[in-house]
Nanobody, 111 residues
Framework: QVQLVESGGGLVQPGGSLRLSCTAS????????MTWYRQAPGKERELVAQ???????YFADSVKGRFTVSRDNAKSTGYLQMNRLKPEDTALYLC?????WGQGTQVTVSS
């Protein structure tokens, strides 16, 4: 059974940065991709970024050039680094690994 623990959200001003973490257990971490989603009130869940087991990455157009993803297989942890944040990035961010979902961490971008 996959278990995920997220951390790192918060309130940040436009232009600021945050790093989200997602620590997984229950699967061999190095073998699976980690995917980040976000969901804003009244909107559908959106795939934001993914890092595959081989280190390859994918980013939604809305975050390309501002967000990066990384993983530390030794720590079974994935990271979403968010730079140059905009108010429209405000959402609940969730990580997905295997068939499990993180609990979500709120990111609010506001002055």
């Amino acid at each position: 059974q996959v278990q995920l623990v997220e951390s790192g959200g918060g309130l940040v001003q436009p232009g600021g940065s945050l790093r989200l973490s997602c620590t997984a257990s229950g699967l061999t971490f190095s073998m699976y991709p980690m995917t980040w989603y976000r969901q804003a009130p009244g909107k559908e869940r959106e795939l934001v970024a993914q890092i595959r087991s081989d280190g390859g990455t994918y980013f939604a157009d809305s975050v390309k050039g501002r967000f990066t993803v990384s993983r530390d297989n030794a720590k079974s942890t994935g990271y979403l680094q968010m730079n140059r944040l905009k108010p429209e990035d405000t959402a609940l961010y969730l990580c997905r690994f295997g068939d499990g979902w993180g609990q979500g961490t709120q990111v609010t971008v506001s002055s």
